[in-house]
């Protein structure tokens, strides 16, 4: 994993296919009633049927959930007793934690249908490496002359996509295919982030031209999402949010991530096609989509009204 390639991804085309304009936004009921909520009633609130599942890693003090497989297995991080962050694998009932060997923090970001796991680690000096997991194999992963290197995304054939900070302390998304890694960048934009990417080999991540900024929280609002199809960006944006961040895709395009509204809350979305659907999970203060399967099983994280972080799996 050395050799940095220039594609044609770089000579990408910026399309501004706005996805402001929307027919409707879509809603669930009984149990899911309170996930959407109608944002300065830009749309029609539609139903949508799922049934939320809330996830915790047995004594974790904080646990997220960011990836799902065709099958169902969910990664993510969890925090322990003592403060330590680790990666994890649900498959099932069973909760199985990951750590880098060595390292202090681990995440598990994303998993394929081959159960492969991407995410990233660090040592106590604090930087940041992606890594690959395959079977009880860990590969790292650094982009060349970088200073920070996180693997947020796996396709089935094995292609790699992330962020990487370089020496001037920018960010820019790459893809890893194979030993080939191909930076890219939001045309214009002063940080891009890459963050998964679908059998079709479509990337989603999100950019922003706030001098400085990176599009992770608390910085949502400075931040638009994109989707890259083939060398062609298009914008998306939440109608209504001041600030827009794509995660997980899945092979049909269905995208899921998370917004802010104008009231500084965050929320997460469902865009499938052009409609957006609001996700909240009930009595949370901020939730947020990161992964979504073939089947359309989002997972993500949410904040109860308590403050404590907790995954949940929104069944459809």
């Avoid at 991804?9 to 149990?31: C, D, K, P, R």
Wanted: glycine fraction near 14%; include cysteine; hydrophobic fraction near 40%.
């Amino acid at each position: 994993m050395k050799r940095v390639s220039i594609g044609p991804i770089m000579a990408a085309v910026l399309v501004f296919t706005s996805m402001l304009a929307v027919s409707n936004v879509q809603a669930g009921e009984e149990y899911t009633e309170a996930i959407i909520n109608d944002l300065n009633n830009l749309g029609r609130v539609n139903s949508l049927a799922a049934n939320f599942t809330s996830l915790d890693f047995p004594d974790a003090i904080l646990t997220t959930a960011l990836g799902i497989n065709p099958r169902g297995d969910i990664v993510g991080r969890y925090v322990d007793a003592d403060g330590v962050a680790h990666g994890y694998l649900l498959s099932g009932d069973d909760f199985t934690s990951i750590d880098f060997p060595g390292a202090t923090f681990t995440v598990a970001n994303d998993i394929n249908p081959r159960g492969d796991i991407v995410g990233f680690y660090t040592f106590a000096d604090g930087v940041r490496h992606g890594f690959l997991l395959s079977g009880s194999s860990f590969t790292s992963i650094d982009f060349p002359g970088a200073t920070g290197t996180q693997a947020t995304g796996i396709s089935p054939r094995g292609d790699i996509v992330g962020p990487y900070i370089d020496a001037g302390g920018v960010s820019h998304g790459f893809l890893l295919s194979g030993d080939d890694f191909i930076p890219f960048d939001f045309p214009d934009a002063t940080s891009t982030v890459a963050t998964r990417i679908n059998p079709a080999g479509d990337i989603t991540g999100s950019y922003t031209f706030a001098d400085g900024a990176v599009c992770v929280s608390p910085q949502t609002r400075l931040c638009h999402g994109y989707l890259l199809s083939g060398s062609t960006f298009t914008s998306i944006d939440f109608p209504g949010a001041t600030g827009t961040v794509p995660v997980g895709i899945n092979p049909r395009g269905d995208i899921v991530g998370r917004y802010i509204d104008a009231d500084g809350v965050t929320h997460g979305y469902l865009l499938s096609g052009d409609d957006f659907t609001s996700i909240d999970f009930p009595g949370a203060i901020d939730t947020q989509g990161w992964g979504i399967n073939p089947r359309g099983d989002i997972v993500g994280r949410y904040i109860d009204a308590g403050g404590t972080t907790h995954g949940y799996l929104l069944s459809r």
